[in-house]
């Protein structure tokens, strides 16, 4: 998909990505950035700026961009040459999302290189729609968790194995309406998000990020499912955040422990 990668028409993540972003800033602002200088101005223009995020599985560079313009040093990895250079090639063309970096790695080459003694981590790691394409889902949990910081956050977005999803995911967009390639998706990859949660506390003790009482924005920062509004018409999909319907596209966060577990 790299000649297809930033055209609307082709790339349903592309509508989708608002509400990813949306859900990923409410969560940064309200659990890293709550006593710092950053959340003195919700409408700060670089809210993520003294950040380190890395987006794994970053494809063609759509969440890579939207971290970057937030203010974020990011950087993406892929193990697809063609779709990182289709990253480079589209992150030029905007001075903000310039400086990404883009490497043509994966998670677990990357914890080989990271000094456990030197600030090389990340405050954010993000795996967006990655989980249900991975062969080895707790090794990638596993070096995801490895590449953040000591209560740092990790962002996971994926599809739960449900009746829906796989009516809607598998049928109805990759075998009716052809917005997917045919075998995009394996239904047994997907998961819950209660499957999630147990594999990132066994892998890399991680812990679902839960809301704190009387906070702001969205609520609450438990798994919140992205839903449709209305059909996709002419290739335009509506996507909306919704805590009562993790039923098929679904996103949630997890901290890491401060200290190790003894």
Known sequence: M??????????????????????IRTVIQQELLANSNNSSNSKNSLPFQGLK?????????????????LGAATTGIDPSARLLAAAVRHSQADPRTRSIVYQETTAEALVETIDADTDTRFDVVCLLEVVEHASDVPSLLQAAAALLKPSGLLFVSTLNRTVS????????????????PVG??????????????????????????????GGGGMGQHTPMGMVLTEPPVGG?????????????????????ASVAAV
């Open 2 to 23: 790299d000649a297809e990668w930033w055209d609307p028409k082709k790339n349903p993540l592309i509508f989708m990505n608002a509400c990813r972003v949306q859900y």
């Open 53 to 69: 995020a890395l987006d794994i599985g970053c494809g063609g560079g759509l969440l890579s961009e939207s971290l970057a313009r």
């Open 165 to 180: 999803s796989h009516v809607l995911a598998i049928i109805g967009a990759e075998y009716v309406m052809g917005y997917l």
């Open 184 to 213: 995009t998706h394996n239904w047994n990859q997907f998961r819950s998000p209660d499957e999630i949660a147990q594999l990132v506390w066994q892998e890399g003790q991680l812990v679902p990020v839960v809301a704190r009482s």
């Open 236 to 256: 335009r999909w509506k996507w909306k955040l919704d805590p009562t319907d993790t039923s098929v596209n679904w996103i949630g966060a997890y901290r890491k």
